[in-house]
């Protein structure tokens, strides 16, 4: 290439953010999983100290200096040295778009934000936080505005959690994901309900992890270069490029959410263990490209392979043989129902794999409109509940189990809550692939062989890691743009075959 | 005091430090408990970034502008201020008489050093580790020169390790005390020994950990600015002004082991405990002063109470209900004789309280020689066997566990040995001026009011932090210099009661 020189000091200024980044990683893991309660004011001036290193140097004149001699459209770049420009540029460019007194005015309004939401969810009073979400969505538009768009205010705010997402690429793939979903589960709900109370039983933590464990090593979770804690919400992280972290929590009344809660950060974890590898090790590249594919890959193990009957055709009897007092009286098919049972609810959290997507689309809307001005924050309850009614058939019965339930907003998250959903359409075009690529991908799943099918995603997916765009690496590895059909069919196959549905 | 400005540069310069060797302290922590196995190279690398910019920040124009600008004996500066300039001064002082390439000559060496000692170590071949050996005690001499001393070239180097400690003094101080203990342990040796298999029984990890954390509590142990977990080498870190951690670990041959270990590192977390508060909170003064003095504290615990008859008197009932199956038949006077045996042997780290001590004496003795150049290091097997015989009157059968025991050398720790013993001397002193000043300390300790001893440790030793040189603190506490006579008349009574001498 050109400019070697140059490249050279972006490297060099990359490894040290990276080492940055990890270490802000350890001091956030060790927060919520070890540190003492009274620790948090200096782990927070720890984090700041380091946090704020981050910034300088992403910021720095040197950068600004190296964003204009080097260029990602070089064509004497590899790859590899295009991405690192393109990821270094695109950050110093939205961040020097954003006028300073903005940068400081969202940071006040979205820790005000998150206390006045905390308490005005405690007090299930949405007026107590609507000034606030006021303010923040006031701000989130003269984000909007300084980032820039083409077409839609709500492009800047999507752009920032997943590069290249518009709205209107949104609304094109939510569109018949809205009516399909929406068919599907009224169709579910005019039947009987399945039987679940055997996944409330009590089942001993010891096991569970036990279990959960098997699963992961067998999913390819190498426990040399990964680890797994306890923590209040379960999460995953990066603290070195041999050592990813998940979480898990076993205090929750069923059996079923602490497996899949683990199969799902087990996911993510397999991404960005491909993601760190001999051509990407210590760079910003050695990571998942945006939250859209990491949630794709969350979402494929936990529900696509690990709610399937293939799945439950291997580990069912496992399961049976380690709470034999729990399970032994109920079969495998019925089993398999309990864990995807579908029961329109006010909590997205808590939400089955069919109305998990409304949710969304209705969060989408909200946001949307909130945006452009079209919904003002004092209607956005009653918004919120009408929405509910229309696409869920439910009304909460208050603002802590309806428009307060989420932290999302009041943390300044607008433009978020779509990659979700994007997860679940992106997951089922790459597993389609895999199915056409590797057609005995489900007796591999049936027996066990799940590294088999990791061993697929690596070489596709994980191993390039941020090397390229998201609907770039779509494109490479289904041939194809972003189209919710694959979600679709998947979605009302699966249902309509569980619910006898004809 | 005059010099405001240049205190409030010095003191944001201190909180910056202060939050990289908090986070330093974090990743160290996190490596020997949490990290998986292959985490290992980037963890190093992410250390090597932070102790860099520590060490860029501590050597920086900016300390030395202010070191020259600042004088420790301002009368106009409080003592708080004046202990902060006396570190940093000493510190950059120190630093700056080093020549670089010693430096980089001495961290090769110990490297190099500790691969080789541990080679050696397991071939149980002392050959394979002289010539790294040579190479070290050159280096150490040269450190020595550089850092410049007035009597003995070790002088230099026990004071990296104690500030104002020298060769004269440790000498003048384990002359008696090596006289007392020799005799002591020669009539020890020819009583009947005591039975402490019951020691050696199977007692659950998880109500071993129950009892040590009731310990803990009791003696003012916080467990919400405190934390405790396992390591395969006991240790004390401090994570934050408000997060000290300490480590220990079950898989012993013995129940006593893990016990005292607990409370051994439990006495230092309560030194930094009482070191971080209002007056040094988040700056270098909020922690302990010296090797010593925390040797001094963490033995006072382990050792001086914890292996106590008052101690036992409140406790060993409540051993016994948790261990009923193990205790039930062993007499509270029988145990106190086990956990109390005295038995020469091979190995420091498992020496008991009396035998230590001499262990300690020979490496003081030894590494002396060395640096003066009256030992060689070819010599040195030897000359271990040798003063092993006579000090201890047993012989080590291999290297392994006789000159290449400790890693120590190989980590270039020359002159910090003597700390241990030190720390035996200050404690005793200590804990005389306690009994003094708190008469009824004893009765306190027997109804398990562990608490109130800590707090007098605390109002006179612990929140002082890093405010005064040890010695000077030694004096303000018990109003005299070094004394080993505490110390000898604690052990000696103590024993002679245990093994019935007259």
Redesign the interface.
């Known amino acids: 290439m050109h400019k070697k020189k140059e490249f050279e000091s972006l490297k060099s200024l990359d490894t040290?953010i990276t080492?940055?980044e990890?270490?802000a990683a350890?001091?956030e893991w060790?927060e919520e999983t070890?540190?003492?309660?009274?620790?948090v004011?200096?782990?927070a001036?720890?984090l700041s100290?380091?946090r704020g290193y981050i910034y300088d140097k992403k910021t720095s004149s040197q950068i600004e200096d190296l964003s204009i001699a080097l260029q990602q459209d070089d064509d004497t770049c590899s790859d590899v040295q295009k991405a690192m420009i393109r990821i270094y540029r695109r950050e110093y460019e939205q961040t020097i778009k954003i006028p300073k007194q903005l940068v400081l005015d969202m940071s006040d309004a979205k820790s005000k934000g998150q206390v006045a939401w905390a308490q005005a969810r405690k007090a299930d009073d949405f007026s107590q936080f609507s000034s606030y979400l006021e303010r923040i969505i006031t701000l989130e538009r003269a984000y909007a505005d300084a980032l820039g768009y083409e077409e839609h205010p709500y492009d800047a705010l999507l752009d920032q959690y997943e590069q290249g997402m518009t709205t209107q690429l949104v609304t094109d793939v939510f569109k018949p994901l809205k009516k399909s979903v929406s068919t599907l589960l009224a169709r579910i709900v005019s039947q009987p309900q399945v039987d679940d109370t055997f996944l409330y039983e009590s089942y001993p933590k010891e096991l569970q992890d036990k279990f959960g464990r098997m699963v992961l090593q067998n999913m390819g979770f190498?426990?040399?270069?990964?680890?797994m804690?306890e923590s209040v919400h379960p999460f995953t992280t990066t603290?070195?490029?041999?050592?990813i972290r998940i979480t898990t929590r076993y205090d929750e009344p069923s059996v079923s959410s602490p497996l899949f809660s683990t199969i799902h950060e087990g996911g993510h974890a397999l991404y960005e263990l491909g993601a760190s590898n001999r051509i990407t090790r210590?760079t910003v590249l050695a990571q998942g490209v945006s939250m859209s594919v990491h949630e794709s890959q969350s979402r494929l193990w936990e529900n696509i392979i690990g709610r399937s009957d293939e799945f439950w055709h291997y580990y069912y009897p496992q399961m049976q043989k380690i709470f034999p007092s729990q399970l032994a009286d109920v079969s495998q098919e019925a089993f398999i129902r309990g864990i995807n049972k579908v029961e329109p609810s006010m909590i997205r959290v808590n939400a089955d794999e069919v109305s998990y997507n409304l949710h969304i689309i209705l969060r989408f809307e909200l946001e949307k409109a909130l945006i452009t001005g079209d919904l003002s924050v004092k209607d956005l309850p009653a918004a919120w509940n009408d929405t509910m009614k229309s696409l869920i058939g439910v009304v909460p019965n208050s603002d802590a189990e309806g428009v307060l339930q989420d932290v999302h907003w009041s943390a300044g998250l607008i433009g978020y809550f779509p990659t979700y959903v994007l997860g679940n359409l992106f997951g089922a075009q790459f597993y389609r692939t895999m199915c056409q690529q590797l057609p005995n991908s489900q007796d591999m799943i049936a027996r066990g062989e799940l590294q088999r099918v990791g061993s697929w995603l690596n070489h596709n997916i994980y191993q390039y890691g941020s090397i390229y765009p998201p609907q770039d690496l779509l494109m490479r590895v289904t041939g194809e743009r972003l189209n919710s059909s694959y979600f679709i069919t998947y979605l009302t196959e699966k249902y309509q075959n569980l619910y006898g549905l004809t």
């Open positions: 040290e080492l940055l990890q270490t350890l001091l060790d070890q540190m003492p309660r009274e620790g004011q200096g782990r001036e720890q100290l380091i190498d426990f040399s270069r990964a680890h804690s603290v070195g490029p041999d050592d210590g």
